[in-house]
T-cell receptor, first 113, second 122 residues
Framework: DQQVKQNSPSLSVQEGRISILNCDYTNSMFDYFLWYKKYPAEGPTFLIS?????DKNEDGRFTVFLNKSAKHLSLHIVPSQPGDSAVYFC????????????FGKGTTLSVSS | DTEVTQTPKHLVMGMTNKKSLKCEQH?????MYWYKQKAKKPPELMFVYSYEKLSINESVPSRFSPECPNSSLLNLHLHALQPEDSALYLC?????????????????????FGEGSRLTVL
């Protein structure tokens, strides 16, 4: 039973445009939501997080939006750059998992120049 | 120092071997984690240590044995593994949520990951 779902396995965007990556969750006890970027054979790199008491968090080109009633979050990257091409994982923690992160299956973002 | 260091980076072992993966952090984190990641899959949680005590074991087979000798070190002992155990093993660490009235750093939920140990079981 997947608690964190990323339903789009891949996304292709042109350089300079907006990338929107989506994530849904089922566990209402989650209290932190994070986005990680990953390249093959490397550890995940933290991008941005949001706590469940907020609905938006912004850091440079990256903005995360949280809709608790819909149990949905999204990552916006504006403007997208070719160096953003990677696998993006949505993750959540809280409830029985405690501080451990539960990951979605990931979305592969390809940004073309 | 904001790094989680994992050794070795690559390990090849036979099914009868005994080996260990090591992880070290000096960020003062009191929670440490082992994850397993297969190709094209998300990281899967294996174990969580909180204040050097095992707090979560995600039904991992006993051929994987974790150990947390002190607050900076985390080991994963491997014995009698199977070829399907071949994967990238990721170590991570984090702060724990600030207790009410405590003086700890603000908790953001972030886990700091090492670069992983690539394990191949022959």
């Amino acid at each position: 039973d997947q608690q964190v779902k990323q339903n789009s396995p891949s996304l292709s965007v042109q350089e300079g445009r907006i990338s929107i990556l989506n994530c849904d969750y089922t566990n209402s006890m989650f209290d932190y939501f994070l986005w990680y970027k990953k390249y093959p054979a490397e550890g995940p790199t933290f991008l941005i997080s949001i706590s469940s008491i907020k609905d938006k968090n912004e850091d440079g080109r990256f903005t995360v939006f949280l809709n608790k009633s819909a149990k949905h979050l999204s990552l916006h990257i504006v403007p997208s750059q070719p160096g953003d091409s990677a696998v993006y994982f949505c993750a959540a923690s809280g409830g029985q998992a405690g501080t451990a992160l539960i990951f979605g299956k990931g979305t592969t973002l390809s940004v073309s120049s | 120092d904001t790094e989680v260091t994992q050794t070795p980076k690559h390990l090849v072992m036979g099914m009868t071997n005994k080996k260990s993966l090591k992880c070290e952090q000096h960020m003062g984190h009191r929670a440490m984690y082992w994850y397993k990641q297969k190709a094209k899959k998300p990281p899967e949680l294996m174990f969580v240590y909180s204040y050097e005590k095992l707090s979560i074991n995600e039904s991992v087979p006993s051929r994987f044995s974790p150990e947390c000798p002190n607050s900076s070190l985390l080991n994963l002992h491997l014995h009698a593994l199977q070829p399907e155990d071949s994967a990238l093993y990721l170590c991570a660490s984090s702060h724990t949520p600030r207790t009410v009235g405590g003086q700890g750093p603000k908790f953001t939920g972030e886990l700091f990951f090492g670069e992983g140990s690539r394990l191949t079981v022959l």
